[in-house]
């Protein structure tokens, strides 16, 4: 058993000083916990918030994207003399102008500003048009003529497997395929021979998108200094930053990147997006401060979203439900760009085994290119569908063996402190609370089972990482840093550059910072996102900002507190360690008369030490996992959820209602109760858009020999996403297990609470009227078809019946920690270690 | 782009000079009422006009009037949908007309949109109710510029939907409208003011202004009205059943049953009518009859749902509306 050290150890201040205070009694805290409102609560609220869109500069001109009207096609020549001789037009750019590619992942940058031979979508961007409004800059957009050469489309997975050529991309693993990743950790073979039920099933998770209220949105300005400034609606400034330096050529330090508020991303704004540096550069070719504000359609191109998956899964069970093996196979459909793709592949395989205990485990993982707008994360990337595809696989095994599949859950959940087979280590682990609070609250034990045909419960559990253990690009630097600024009238600033994309980010720091120095989080100056004032934060995705920016910060809030303290104790003459922070004041503990303000404090420190700042880092401890795919997985603490959805089918239509869910979260602590409560509510709501209709369909027509494939509904009318009145009761439990690499034990809430929800729909579907829907969303159609095949004696089930044959490269062999593995992978011929005594 | 191109807005005050000042305007005119419709449609560049004509201002065309028992009841077209589904004397005397009225679109959107514009909605398709750029790369369609129609390629018309909720209640009812042309005025049946004709969708003539709808006397009938959409608002009909049963004793005198959102005009459902006509009422009766509607409700792939699914569903929904009639 690898026994890794905690990595954090080796930074200074943090850990072993106490900095994560994940057991500090809740009544001791003043700020932390507390539902306090959020610090740009009443900005928002009073319609002030300063988002990319509403910003303009004197002799600004707006840009627009001509974007492809192909799926795949070459381009044969682009004229733009007609869009240049239109009056108002200022400027236009071509993709040979800026031929250095990019992409969110150092493996895979695949991506042009502007097209330059080759369109791979609909919706691809051609070229750019800069007027003086932009009304003017969209008709000469129309008025630039493409050539096109229409090349052949890919629409599927299986369609990427059957064309190899014409490739999408000259790279990855062969033909349309982008990656493949084969994983194996023990023997699943072993593991089925040694079980009482095998099952396998197959399951299709369609894609989805994020649908922020937010368009995304930038303003760039390319000034008189050679410097250029962008204001963007970007969830990752650090990384558009990157981007921008390697496409514009220009070195980092001439570029300033400042991430505005996000009004909502959900994964959707953490790529650097072609419209962003197309503003740079059409800024720098005009010498003027250019705009671009992207139409819904044009966000539904940008997309990101959750790659369509099918999944083959294979699981073997003891009679009471234990799980001796899992055999897990996923294929995405990746769309036109790499974006984070790798990374969303590995994690259709990641986190299985982080909730039930799992001995031997197959992972196997294929991501195709097909013509469509490029996937990526979204809220729970790359693990909702595989977390989809094993609660329901789950339930079937407990209906298998006529278990309670809440019971056979707890009997088996993953252990505290443990590693598991493929080397995530485990930390503080509640889902077993959680799920005996949505099995009390929803009375599971008296109802399940026993309700009137028609109505049933479904109860689904998930986990989700506290932050991705390793950065997007390899590097040794902290994941996140914090300044302070501590100014003599007793203003604090907190610099970070964090992205407040409205969970609240920003007010964790606030609260953080307060919570040490004993200060009103209200009264703090927080700057955010902004390259040139703030130091590195890698951005708001993976669900690391509350614990790693708050880890920094708390480093940083206490090192101020040490040297203020240094000064206080002097002038009251008490010793250091007498001293407390609160109320705005620094007082003796044993004689709270006492005292100096926070101010007063501020000043004889600056008096006796100078200039008061400081600064706090963080980074995750070093994974156990070692073997190569290993990153993706790892992180300092995981969530855990779990959820009960009552449902009301209409056995004849298929339709249904949802009038109530349980949900409970183990947040680890909330820093703040109603934040964590709207990301839960929040999640559910999404989550439930996702389990019941929306799609990222295509529309794939052909006329007359040509293949037209594009989105099917690219608005807000017709991409169905639920309405305020589509939202049930809710009744929401958090469940507090403190985690020793949380600040104050916190973990993440803002992605996990969503994965349950479609998988105990579907649970709850089967309850309800006794079939099977292996196929998300959760359409009443779907249903309708399951309950007709069943009344006619077919499969109570609507689903996928295979996945394609793929040529799966030699797995990577990592022994499990109980099979004596050290988290490193052995040649695949090799011996298996000797067991060293077995887990559990 | 979503943004209205430029046109030239008048605001007349009374409806002949609305009529009027249409007849002078050449072609490319119009009216608006709400503009719930109209306004989203020349965004996306499917519908266009020079000159709008605004109702807004034209008083005469607003109100509820007269008395639905006795068969006077009129509603101005200008009237919102909103102050129908809020009026006492509507709620009193035509439930089901109620029941249609407050399933459009969103509350907010009954705020503006009005009678008039909801009876003249323009037909719907998923291949036409797009932007232009969407519709640029698939090829406009025969509806607005194109050759083809995308969704029977083969076929020389337009299958275009009748999306209107109010529509097939207001049909099977048997209510009437009053249209104003510089020629003068003329009164039909809601019933006979559609065709099976995805483009050509009205036999309202272009200069026809419709200034009122006339309800039939309320009373000896009963009617219902269900509608099959994604969501619990917004969202269009993707099936949308109006049934109306006048009942003597335990036997049905007459039925009318029109079938909203599976073809370019409210379908009639004359099987399902004519085996109800005259017969005892029975559970079993209504059943067999509304199996009958399966076959005319011709579903074709352009709104949202599956074509099978809808298909399948009008015989349900049919027999649920008839059976809400009929107290089953
Ligand atoms: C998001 C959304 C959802 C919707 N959902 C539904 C729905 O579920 N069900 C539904 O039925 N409708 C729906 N609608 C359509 C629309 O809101 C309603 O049908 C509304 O009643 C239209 O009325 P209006 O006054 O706004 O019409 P307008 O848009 O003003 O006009 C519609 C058409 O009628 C013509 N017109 C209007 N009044 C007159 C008149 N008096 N004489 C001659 N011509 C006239 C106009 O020239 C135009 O061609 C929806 C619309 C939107 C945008
Ligand atoms: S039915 Fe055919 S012609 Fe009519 S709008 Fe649809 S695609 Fe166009």
Same mark, same amino acid.
């Given at each position: 058993?690898?026994? /890794?050290?905690?990595?954090?150890? =080796? ?107 080759? !369109? ?13 409004? &932009?009304?003017?800059?969209? %008709? ?18 299986? /369609?990427?497997?059957?064309?190899? /050529? ?39 998770? &369609? ?12 303003? %760039? ?40 508020? =996000? ?35 044009? !966000? ?56 039930? #205990? ?26 909702? #569908? ?8 789950? @339930? ?62 479904? +109860? ?24 302070? #600024? ?30 040490? +120095? ?32 708050? =880890? ?5 809030? /206490? ?9 206080? %104790? ?29 101010? &007063? ?42 959820? !009960? ?26 820093? =703040? ?21 929306? &799609? ?21 009318? @017709? ?41 105990? !729909? ?22 309708? %078809? ?55 | ?162 999306? $209107? ?52 006397? $309320? ?103 008839? $059976? ?5």
């Amino acid at each position: 058993m690898a026994a /890794e050290s905690n990595g954090a150890a =080796n930074q200074p201040g943090t850990a072993d000083q106490g900095y994560y205070r994940h057991d500090t009694p809740q009544q001791d805290l003043r700020v932390i916990g507390k539902p306090l409102r959020k610090v740009d609560a009443r900005t928002k609220v009073t319609g002030r918030t300063g988002y990319a869109d509403n910003l303009s500069l004197p002799r600004m001109v707006y840009m627009k994207l001509l974007r492809s009207t192909q799926a795949h096609a070459r381009i044969r020549s682009i004229d733009t003399s007609a869009a240049a001789a239109m009056p108002g037009v200022v400027g236009i750019l071509l993709g040979s102008e800026l031929p250095n590619q990019f992409g969110i992942l150092p493996v895979s940058n695949d991506e042009h500003t502007l097209a330059i031979d080759r !369109v791979r979508f609909v919706g691809d961007p051609v070229a750019a048009v800069a007027a003086l409004d &932009e009304e003017t800059a969209w %008709a000469a957009c129309r008025a630039i003529v493409v050539d096109y050469e229409p090349l052949p489309v890919i629409g599927s997975p299986a /369609e990427a497997l059957a064309t190899p /050529e014409p490739r999408i991309h000259d790279y990855g693993d062969e033909g349309n395929v982008h990656k493949y990743v084969n994983l194996q950790f023990g023997d699943v073979e072993r593991g089925f021979a040694e079980s009482d039920l095998v099952r396998q099933d197959v399951f299709f998770f &369609e894609g989805n998108t994020h649908l922020p209220m937010e368009q995304h949105a930038c303003l %760039a300005d390319y000034d008189k200094d050679h410097k250029v400034t962008i204001h963007s609606s970007t969830q990752t400034p650090h990384y558009l930053h990157k981007a921008l330096t390697k496409v514009l050529a220009m070195p980092a330090s001439n570029i300033r990147v400042i991430a505005c508020p =996000n009004g909502g991303g959900f994964g959707g704004k953490s790529d650097p997006f072609n419209h962003e540096v197309a503003a740079c550069a059409m800024s720098r070719k005009i010498g003027r401060p250019v705009k671009c504000s992207l139409t819904r359609e044009e !966000v539904f191109h940008c997309h990101r979203g959750r790659h369509p998956v099918l999944m083959k899964a294979k699981i073997g069970v003891r009679k009471d439900g234990e799980i001796q093996a899992l055999d897990f196979e996923s294929h995405l459909d990746g769309g036109a760009f790499g974006s984070y793709g790798v990374a969303s592949t590995f994690y259709t395989g990641a986190l299985q085994t982080v909730t039930y #205990q799992l001995k031997n485990y197959h992972f196997r993982g294929a991501r195709y290119f097909t013509n469509k707008a490029p996937c990526g994360p979204k809220r729970g990337h790359g693990t909702v #569908q595989p977390r989809f595809a094993l609660e329901c696989l789950l @339930d079937k095994v407990a209906c298998d063996l006529d278990l309670d599949p809440a019971e056979m859950r707890l009997r088996h959940l993953a252990k505290r402190g443990e590693l598991t087979a493929n080397f995530m280590r485990i930390g503080s682990m509640g889902l077993g609370e959680c799920i005996e609070k949505v099995v009390a609250g929803s009375g599971w034990k008296e109802r399940r089972g026993k309700l009137p045909f028609g109505r049933g419960l479904g +109860l689904a559990c998930s986990s989700y990482l506290s932050g991705a253990g390793l950065p997007i690009y390899w590097n040794a630097m902290p994941h996140s840093g914090v300044q302070l #600024q501590l100014d003599r009238s007793g203003l604090v600033t907190v610099f970070c550059g964090s992205t407040d994309i409205g969970q609240g980010s920003m007010s964790v720091l606030a609260y953080v910072v307060a919570e040490v +120095l004993g200060l009103d989080p209200m009264k703090l100056r927080i700057v955010t996102a902004d390259t040139d004032l703030t130091p590195v934060d890698l951005g708001s995705y993976s669900s690391r900002v509350t614990l790693m920016t708050g =880890n920094a910060a708390m480093q940083a809030a /206490e090192r101020a507190k040490e040297i203020v303290a240094a000064a206080v %104790a002097e002038k009251l003459e008490v010793p250091k360690s007498n001293l407390v922070f609160a109320d705005e004041h620094v007082f003796d503990a044993a004689d709270p008369s006492r005292r100096m303000s926070f101010a &007063e404090a501020v000043i004889a420190a600056e008096a006796k030490f100078g200039t008061v700042g400081t600064v706090g880092s963080y980074k995750p401890p070093r994974s156990a996992a070692r073997f190569k795919g290993g990153g993706v997985g790892p992180s300092p603490s995981y969530s855990y959820t779990a959820a !009960v959805v009552e449902i009301e089918v209409d056995p004849e239509t298929g339709q249904y209602t949802i009038p109530k869910i349980w949900v409970a979260h183990d947040v680890g602590r909330s820093i =703040n109760a109603a934040l964590v409560m709207g990301q839960i509510e929040g999640s559910v709501y999404m989550g439930l858009g996702e389990a019941t209709m929306e &799609e990222s369909a295509y529309r794939d027509r052909s006329h007359k020999g040509k293949r037209v494939f594009l989105h099917n509904q690219p608005s807000m009318l @017709d991409y169905k996403s639920p309405l305020a009145v589509d939202m049930p009761e809710v009744v929401t439990y958090i469940v507090e297990d403190h985690d020793p690499n949380g600040p104050w034990g916190a973990k993440e809430a803002g992605q996990g609470p969503l994965l349950p929800i479609m998988p105990a !729909v579907a649970n709850a579907v089967f309850d309800a009227v006794g079939v099977r829907i292996d196929t998300n969303p959760i359409t009443p159609e779907r249903i309708f %078809a399951a309950l007709q095949s069943k009344a006619k004696g077919g499969e109570a089930r609507f689903g996928p019946s295979d996945v394609p044959a793929v040529a799966w490269p030699e797995p990577r062999v990592v022994p499990p920690p109980w099979e004596g593995g050290d988290g490193k992978e052995v040649a695949s011929d090799a011996p298996a270690p000797t067991r060293s005594g077995g887990k559990g | 782009m979503l943004r209205l191109p430029t046109f030239r807005y008048h605001r007349p005050r009374t409806a002949a000079e609305a009529v009027r000042i249409l007849a002078e305007s050449g072609p490319k005119a119009r009216f608006v009422a709400g503009g719930t419709d109209l306004y989203p449609n020349m965004k996306r560049r499917h519908q266009s006009a020079e000159h709008l004509i605004s109702l807004a201002r034209v008083e005469e065309l607003r109100g509820i009037d007269g008395d639905g028992p006795a068969g006077t009841c009129t509603i101005g077209a200008m009237t919102t949908l909103r102050e129908i589904e809020r009026d006492p004397r509507i709620g009193a005397w035509y439930p089901a007309f109620v029941q249609a009225v407050a399933s459009v679109s969103s509350p907010l959107l009954r705020n503006m949109g009005t009678i008039g514009g909801n009876l003249l909605l323009d037909t719907r398709c998923n291949y036409y109710n797009q932007t232009e750029e969407w519709r640029a790369s698939i090829d406009f369609c025969m509806k607005e510029r194109g050759p083809i129609c995308w969704v029977a390629p083969g076929s020389p018309r337009c299958y275009a939907v009748q999306s $209107s909720d109010t529509v097939p209640l207001l049909c099977a009812i048997g209510a009437e409208v009053t249209l104003l042309s510089p020629g003068g005025e003329r009164r039909v049946a809601v019933d006979d003011l559609y065709r099976d004709d995805g483009i050509a969708y009205l036999t309202k003539r272009p200069d026809e202004l419709l200034t009122r709808v006339h309800l039939p006397a $309320s009373g000896a009938w009963s009617a219902a009205y269900h509608k099959l959409r994604r969501r619990g608002s917004i969202d269009f009909p993707v099936l949308g059943v109006g049934a109306w049963v006048a009942r003597d004793g335990e036997r049905i005198a007459d039925v009318r049953v029109r079938i909203g959102g599976v073809g370019s005009m409210p379908i009639h459902a004359t099987e399902t009518e004519a085996m109800l006509r005259g017969q005892p009422v029975t559970e079993e009766l209504v059943r067999a009859a509304a199996e009958l509607s399966f076959k005319p409700a011709r579903t074709m792939d352009n709104t949202d749902s599956e074509v099978p699914y809808r298909k399948k569903m009008a015989p349900i929904f049919v027999r649920r509306a008839l $059976s809400e009639c009929l107290g089953l």
